[in-house]
């Protein structure tokens, strides 16, 4: 998985393309990613222990790692991601467009 959690990213397939959030969640089995305000659904749900608010309610579902790009920290471009290995042996990613490390 390249993404992480509080990354930045692009959606750029589907109903939200053209939507920028931020990674709230990482689904690794799924390959997907949940993406502050982007597919946002209604759901209709009675009140339980957990949410005492009965209705109808939204909320976002995740989405496939693939539909979204990530919006590089320094170029601000949704970029391709590469991985380096740095100088202590540690794992980077970095921006195919600047070379920049992403942290
Ligand atoms: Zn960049």
């Known amino acids: 998985m390249r993404l992480r959690n509080n990354d930045n990213v692009l959606v750029i397939k589907g109903r939200d393309r053209g ?3 931020r990674i709230q969640r ?3 089995k799924d390959g997907r990613v949940l993406v502050e305000g982007v597919n946002m ?3 209709h749900s009675k009140p339980t222990a957990n949410v005492r608010q009965g209705g109808i309610i939204q909320k976002e579902l995740p989405i496939q790692v693939s539909n ?3 919006v ?3 170029c601000n471009q949704p970029v391709r991601i590469s ?5 202590d042996g540690t794992k980077a990613r970095t921006c195919q467009r600047c070379e920049e490390v992403i942290e």
């Open 41 to 43: 659904v209604k759901r």
């Open 83 to 87: 991985f380096k290995v740095l100088a």
């Open 26 to 28: 990482v689904v690794r």
């Open 19 to 21: 939507k920028q959030g």
């Open 68 to 70: 979204v790009m990530l």
């Open 72 to 74: 590089c920290t320094h």
